[in-house]
């Protein structure tokens, strides 16, 4: 059945694309289009291709389109793996590109190493993609830990010392969890409460009550937007007031809906720059691109993927007019200094972690991050 539905998801993604016949660099991306991640994904998807459009404008890289084949995994792992294998085997494609999740990620190493082809810019902070450095992936957004230990040292500046942590049952939430411990290692403070919650079915009915009854003053949720919007709710009706945090991974638009009136004030990592200031140079070009466009402007999401598709075109130019996957690899190796925008990156066969900004925000009364 799963093999089933990801040919089916393919299909339809690869029907709804209508690849032109120009188009020579074949870039593939599987991610969950559908599913509770399904917001997060269009936005990064929508900041990627803001960039490859304009590029394409151009002329493209060495007179050459970039097609993003894009296809739908539903967040599940398996359907992640599948998907790529058709990407990898049957479309050729140079190279995988923004894909969502950790334990989906995790899910393509294997093909990675057989089949040589490089794994840019995966959505996700994981630290277990940076250490040890896998040969085909090449990082581009901060970790996961980082952002977690930053959350809890920030919340112990501002005299928040009961601070319970409620982690997603997966690869994600494991290694995101490390951080936060390293966060209370760091301030001398233990969690008032560590539990976990199913990825596919989360259910916060006993855990909601149990984070009240601690006394909680913040609670920091690692999982994805569907599942903190669902515990948020899960803690009001619970009576807790708990300040709400989490991770970038739900530093999208998408997250703010999903929230809804429970979204006020809720405090999310960010690693980009703030995506309505034109003092950065990375989020000015985003915006003038977008402007251009009639949009009224790039989520935190976008940028994610604005940058990334920054770092997949220099690769690309890099590379040559013939580019292959081994001379894509080299390329990225080769990348030193590069800067996106006001933000520098550098590779090495050593080094793959890209960039390593973090930074918090705070989702407003007019339902808009602010910083």
Same mark, same amino acid.
Do not use: W
């Given at each position: 059945m799963k093999q089933y539905l990801g040919a089916l998801a393919l299909a339809a993604t690869m029907m709804s694309i209508g690849a032109p016949a120009a188009a020579q660099l074949l870039i593939g991306q599987t991610a969950g289009f559908t599913g509770p991640v399904a917001a997060g994904v269009k936005e990064n998807t929508d900041g990627a291709k803001l960039y490859i459009d304009s590029i394409n404008a151009q002329g493209g890289v060495h007179g050459q389109q970039i097609q993003l084949v894009s296809t739908d995994d539903q967040f599940d792992p398996a359907l992640s793996a599948e998907n790529a294998k058709t990407l990898i085997v049957e479309k050729r494609v140079l190279a995988m590109?923004?894909?969502?999740?950790?334990?989906?990620a995790q899910a393509l190493l294997p093909l990675l190493t057989e089949h040589r082809v490089p794994m840019i810019a995966p959505s996700t902070g994981a630290m277990a993609l940076h250490k040890p450095v896998h040969p085909y992936v090449f990082n581009v957004r901060a970790t996961y830990q980082?952002?977690?230990?930053?959350?809890? &040292?920030? /919340?112990?500046? =501002? @005299?928040?010392?009961r601070i319970a942590v409620?982690?997603?049952?997966?690869?994600?939430?494991?290694?995101?969890?490390?951080?936060a411990v390293a966060g209370f290692e760091a301030i001398g403070k233990n969690p008032a409460m560590l539990a976990k919650f199913?990825?596919?079915?989360?259910?916060?009915?006993?855990?909601?009550?149990?984070?009240?009854?601690?006394?909680?003053?913040a609670v920091l949720f690692i999982g994805s937007a569907g599942a903190v919007a669902e515990g948020t709710m899960a803690l009001r009706k619970a009576g807790s007031m708990a300040q709400v945090v989490t991770l970038s991974n739900n530093a999208s638009s998408g997250f703010i809906r999903a929230m809804g009136d429970y979204g006020r004030g809720t405090i999310v990592s960010q690693v980009f720059p703030y995506e309505r200031s034109i003092a950065s140079p990375l989020v000015k070009e985003a915006l003038e691109l977008a402007?251009? &466009?009639? /949009?009224?402007? =790039? @989520?935190?999401?976008?940028m994610e993927g604005f940058a990334a598709a920054k770092v997949l075109v220099e690769g690309l130019r890099r590379a040559g007019p013939n580019p292959t996957r081994e001379r894509l690899v080299a390329a990225l190796n080769g990348i030193?200094?590069?800067?996106?925008?006001?933000?520098?990156?550098?590779?090495?066969?050593?080094?793959?972690?890209?960039?390593?900004?973090?930074?918090l925000s705070i989702i407003g009364p007019d339902g808009k991050f602010r910083r």
């Open positions: 590109f923004l894909g969502r999740g950790t334990p989906h980082r952002e977690a230990e930053r959350m809890i &040292r920030h /919340l112990s500046l =501002v @005299s928040v010392d409620l982690q997603v049952d997966d690869s994600f939430g494991a290694d995101a969890v490390q951080g199913d990825r596919s079915q989360p259910d916060f009915s006993q855990l909601a009550p149990q984070v009240a009854k601690s006394g909680a003053q402007r251009a &466009r009639k /949009l009224d402007g =790039v @989520s935190p999401a976008m030193n200094h590069y800067d996106v925008g006001g933000m520098d990156i550098s590779y090495s066969t050593t080094d793959h972690t890209g960039l390593d900004f973090a930074d």
